[in-house]
């Protein structure tokens, strides 16, 4: 074999290399990560809490709200996301599925990141929540105060809080269902109980 052979050779296989290695990376970053919180003792009661950093977004009518002042005393989650993200539309499914069983005592703030996502604008995310009929409530990150207070690389993003506006858990990268509701149970005891009936 000559060299230039063995040369080509070589090179081909360096970028099959790549090439597996950007697949790999793709399905793992699109897929979440539940992550509790606190100082990683194992325990809830003895971990630290870790308060919600507040920041600013608008409501549907344009409203200017803080996410503590629309905090009212229940778990939360609050999840990051954008209508031109793949792993974010795949997630709302479910997000809706645990809205319905669950909005009346779990609050659920989704909230669109704008332009932080590329291609995305309110018009668009809009015309995709009414295409798709959600009704779970729906922010707007117009100044970007929520991804850089949570310091996001990436979405979507999704947060759980417990009653007293403490970050319990977190996921970075799109939830699947068993993982929406091992989030939910960390902040909503109820609904570990009610998936267990089920």
Same mark, same amino acid.
């Given at each position: 074999m000559t060299q230039r052979k063995r040369l080509l050779l070589l090179i081909a296989g360096f970028v099959l290399l790549l090439v597996a290695a950007a697949m790999g990376y793709t399905a793992l970053s699109q897929r979440g990560n539940l992550s509790p919180t606190g100082d990683g003792s194992g325990s809830q009661e003895e971990s630290t809490p870790i308060p919600a950093p507040d920041f600013q977004m608008e !409501? #549907?009518? #344009? !409203?200017? /709200?803080t996410l503590l002042e629309t905090l009212d005393g229940r778990p939360a989650v609050i999840n990051f996301w954008a209508s031109t993200c793949g792993p974010c539309k795949t997630e709302m499914p479910d997000f809706q599925t645990a809205f319905t069983s669950y909005g009346e005592d779990v609050q659920f703030l989704m909230v669109n990141v704008g332009d932080a996502m590329s291609g995305e604008t309110r018009e668009k995310a809009e015309a995709y929540l009414e295409e798709e009929g959600y009704t779970f409530p729906v922010?707007?990150? /117009?100044?970007?105060s929520g991804v850089t207070a949570y310091g996001l690389r990436g979405f979507p993003s999704t947060f759980f809080l417990d009653e007293d506006g403490n970050v319990t858990a977190y996921a970075g990268g799109m939830l699947t269902q068993s993982m929406l509701a091992d989030g939910l149970a960390m902040i909503y005891p109820d609904a570990a109980e009610e998936s267990q009936e089920e």
């Amino acid at each position: 074999m000559t060299q230039r052979k063995r040369l080509l050779l070589l090179i081909a296989g360096f970028v099959l290399l790549l090439v597996a290695a950007a697949m790999g990376y793709t399905a793992l970053s699109q897929r979440g990560n539940l992550s509790p919180t606190g100082d990683g003792s194992g325990s809830q009661e003895e971990s630290t809490p870790i308060p919600a950093p507040d920041f600013q977004m608008e !409501t #549907g009518d #344009g !409203t200017a /709200v803080t996410l503590l002042e629309t905090l009212d005393g229940r778990p939360a989650v609050i999840n990051f996301w954008a209508s031109t993200c793949g792993p974010c539309k795949t997630e709302m499914p479910d997000f809706q599925t645990a809205f319905t069983s669950y909005g009346e005592d779990v609050q659920f703030l989704m909230v669109n990141v704008g332009d932080a996502m590329s291609g995305e604008t309110r018009e668009k995310a809009e015309a995709y929540l009414e295409e798709e009929g959600y009704t779970f409530p729906v922010y707007y990150d /117009v100044e970007y105060s929520g991804v850089t207070a949570y310091g996001l690389r990436g979405f979507p993003s999704t947060f759980f809080l417990d009653e007293d506006g403490n970050v319990t858990a977190y996921a970075g990268g799109m939830l699947t269902q068993s993982m929406l509701a091992d989030g939910l149970a960390m902040i909503y005891p109820d609904a570990a109980e009610e998936s267990q009936e089920e």
